[in-house]
């Protein structure tokens, strides 16, 4: 892993605005790739829940998003950005896949109905 207090010095010296993201996974090469996902849903009732999100690119690589562990709140016609990560970048991608989990072992399972959908690169923000 790498140690946040060690990158003190070198980001005073890069002045400001510093942006620096320290995520890190248990895969080499240690990096967590950050997206915003950014939905607008139109469920009637309120849905709150986790999203797990799949891109696949041209070629047929797929990763899947690490889950987060905070719940979010779905109501109709608000948006909602929630922070994914990703062990491995994709470069161009062809398709994006939504799971959508209650985590709850009883009950009936729900559906969150999209309206809009964004997924931005915060590694890559020109993509």
Known sequence: ?????????FLISQG?????????????????YNYLLDITTWNKSIRRGF??????????????????SEASTFQQYRRVKILTG?????????????TF???????PRHKLRI???MLKS???PER
Do not use: H
């Open 51 to 68: 999203i797990k999100v799949k891109i696949t690119d041209g070629a047929g690589n797929t990763v899947e998003s690490v889950m987060s």
């Open 16 to 32: 400001s605005p510093v942006k620096a993201y320290f995520d890190t996974s248990d895969q080499d090469p240690f990096c967590v």
């Open 86 to 98: 990703f062990y491995q970048d994709l470069d161009k991608i062809s398709k994006i896949s939504l």
């Open 1 to 9: 892993g790498y140690y946040g207090d060690r990158w003190k010095k």
């Open 122 to 124: 915060l590694n890559n």
């Open 101 to 107: 989990s209650t985590k709850a072992l009883i009950g």
């Open 115 to 117: 309206l809009q959908m």
